[in-house]
Each structure stands twice: as structure tokens, then as C-alpha cells.
């Protein structure tokens, strides 16, 4: 498939878009797979257009109860479909309830599912996060036990490590966990935390041992949400909606079973896990580069040699962006974990956002002091640019990314840390 086919044919407001029979790069093996995989979407789900489902849903501010339950029942449903299809789960072992391809044929399923009208956004915590690293450290039973209802779509998951402070130093974290007989007893607050509200289990991390550095003393634990003493507030963004929120933790009670790897060695469980997610995030928000030039024509723009200039760079940053995809899904493949390349592409998908919700609003002109129904697309590109944070801000900042990348990759001294040798009681509060 060639872009300038994909992209025509999008700016048409056909379907997204009818595929030509092969893809740039694909082997026959992978043609194959493609073609398998593009047929049977083809008779289970509808196209994705400009006016599409996923779009409205990504641009509705609707907040309420009704509007998210809804959301979550669609994804649910979806993912039972794919399930039940032998989609579910690509490249995770068939054992555990998947279909035991390769990572490229994950990807490649990944990029024809994008062309049709459904969506999975409630599991992308499960599916992008939680099952790499139950594959790399869980135990057998934590596997059959949590694989297999995650690919049936029966249990969605969220994330329970960030704190009010413990960020972008997630490794001073202060929530305790306290061994009592054969349970754990927390206590502590979590925040950012995304789809808590309708999430069924949580992947969390605790200090237990407070008389080693920090980074030495934290156990990462898989706790159902449901569990007596978990509050979950969320909390309303500033594009309307409330997709985090804050978890607070009150003498809740955890089976000594659900220990993900050793106790106190949850910092390098938790190193898979934030690998993953920066791969995840630097997957992308579903917008593209005809996305930009059809919004282009439909306010008259592209005549205006400055906005076509800012087109050809957008143009290039997600060409970079597909290439880097690329890379970091190779390391993937070659049976290395997610390292210096999710760091980039996480910093380069930063960038992205903000360059991207500039421009959507530029392209719009005085229109895009709208919002909603007022506008095109129910206002997608209003919340584009303000749902831009959580992307930068989730899963590390730019200035983390540019510090791990300098450190890791570059090889640059880092700054003096006493914080990181001295025991984590010794530290001030």
C-alpha cells in the first residue's frame, strides 16, 4: 500500500481507505496474514470514515456514567468478538488463550483493526501493559489466572502507580505495604489513574521495606479493585471528561499470591511494565496526516503556502513517527525488551501532540475558539489539542524521556543522587 493511495482516498471521505492488496515492507508470509486478517474485519466490523464512531467518541466530552458504561460495554463486546474469532491476543502464547503469532503479526492486525469502526481503548492498561509483563514474570498460575479473562475481554485493568508526589520520581513512592500472615495490608494514595472508575483489577506498586534505598524496597502487586477499602474519585480534566482519577487505599487487604515477582524487587517488574507503556503511548491517538489535510480543504486552506508548509512537516514527523514504530517493534522481535527505543519514540510522540493540536486549531482559525457540537467533528480537534497533556505528561515526561536518553543511550554522567543510596526512612518527607 502506498501513502499518497491511503491518503487520497481518505481525503475523498470514502471508507478508511479501501486497501490495495499489499503493504510496503510485507513479506508473502505477511501479505498473507494481512489479507486473512483484513477479511474477516471486513465481516465483523464496519469501516471507519471521517464522521466515524471512534472519532465522535474520542471528541465527546460526555461525562457521564450512562456515556461510559456504554463506552466500556462496546469495547468489551468487541474484544469478545475478537476472541471469539482467534484474534485476541496475536502474539501472546496460545496456551494462555491467544493466537501465538509474532509481534509483527500483532502489529500488522493492529493496523488493519485501525481502518474499521471499533475500538479497544478500555483494555489498552491489559493488553499493552499488564500481559508483557505477567508473560516475562509471572508465575504460571498468575498467567492462566489473568491472561486469558483479559483476551475474553471479562476484566479490564488499570495502572496504580503514580502518587500526588511520587511522578516523575515514581520510585519515591510512599504507599505501604505491610505483611500480615498471608495478605499484604496498604495503605496510601495513587493518582492518574486511567479508567479506575470502570476498571476491574489494578496493577500496583508499594514500598515494603523502608530501611533500603528506594529503589530496592518497593513490591508490585496485581489487586482486585473491588477489594474493600480501594476509593476511586475521578478526576474531571480540562477538556470536560474524567478518564483519571484518584485512588485512595485504606487498610485493603492483599493475597500474599498476588506478588508480581519477588518481594521488594517490584522496581525491575515495574521497568517491563513502563517499557511497554511508553511503546504504547508512542503507538499513536488514532489521528492522520489526511485527517490534517482534509480539515486543510474543508476551511479553504491549502492555498496558503504557510499552512502548506506546516502540512509537509506534519507529514514528515508521522512518516518518523511510523519508522521509529518500526524500530522499536523490531527490537520487539528480536526478543529484546522495550529499551532506548520506546524512550524516543515516547519523546518524539510528545512532540507530535503538541505540534499536531496547534496545528489542527490553526487550520481552523477563528473556529477554533469552538468546541463540541459547535464545530466540525463534534470538536475533535479542540479536544486534540487539550487532551495533549495527558499524553505528554503519561507514562514520562519529556524532560524524564530526555534524561533516560541521555544517561542510557548517550552515556552522559547523571546528576549527584544521594536519594538513590541512602535508606528510604532516612529521606525527608
Known sequence: MTATADRDDRDRGTAWPPPPPSVEGDTEEDAAFRAEARAWLEEHASPRAAESVFNRRYASADNSPEADEAHVQR????????????????????????????????????????????????????????????????????????????????????????????GSDLAGLRTRAVRDGDEWVVNG????????????????????????????????????MHTRGIEVRPLRQINGVAHFNEVFLTDVHIPVASVLGEVNGGWGVAQTTLANERTLIGGGTGIGFGDFKRLAREYGRTDDPIVRQQLADAFIRFEILKYLGARAQAAIRAGKMPGPESSVL???????????????????????????????????????????????????????????????????????????VLPFRELPG
Open 346 to 420: 515516547k519523546l518524539a510522540v510528545s512532540e507530535h501532540v503538541a505540534r499536531n493540536g496547534d496545528l489542527g486549531l490553526a487550520l481552523e482559525g477563528a473556529a477554533g475558539m469552538l468546541i463540541n457540537e459547535d464545530t466540525t467533528q463534534n470538536g475533535l480537534w479542540q479536544q486534540l489539542f487539550l487532551g495533549q497533556w495527558g499524553v505528554r505528561i503519561g507514562g514520562g515526561t519529556e524532560q524524564v524521556q530526555r534524561n533516560v536518553l541521555g544517561e542510557r543511550v548517550l552515556g552522559l554522567p547523571g546528576e549527584p543522587r544521594p536519594d538513590k
Open 75 to 166: 469495547c468489551k463486546e468487541w474484544q469478545r468478538t475478537l476472541f471469539e474469532g482467534g484474534w485476541a491476543g496475536v502474539n501472546v502464547p496460545r496456551e494462555y488463550g491467544g493466537r501465538d503469532g509474532t509481534g509483527k503479526q500483532a502489529r500488522i492486525f493492529a493496523q488493519e483493526q485501525a481502518r474499521f469502526d471499533v475500538d479497544t481503548g478500555v483494555f489498552a492498561v491489559g493488553h499493552g501493559m499488564v500481559i508483557p509483563t505477567l508473560l516475562v514474570h509471572g508465575t504460571d498460575e498468575q498467567k492462566q489466572r489473568y491472561i486469558p479473562p483479559l483476551l475474553r475481554g471479562d476484566e479490564v485493568w488499570c495502572q496504580l502507580f503514580s502518587e500526588p508526589s511520587a
Open 189 to 224: 494514595q495513587k493518582v492518574w489513574n486511567s479508567g479506575a472508575h470502570h476498571s476491574d483489577m489494578g496493577i500496583l506498586l508499594a514500598r515494603t521495606d523502608v530501611d533500603v534505598p528506594k529503589h530496592r524496597g518497593i513490591t508490585y502487586f496485581l489487586v482486585d
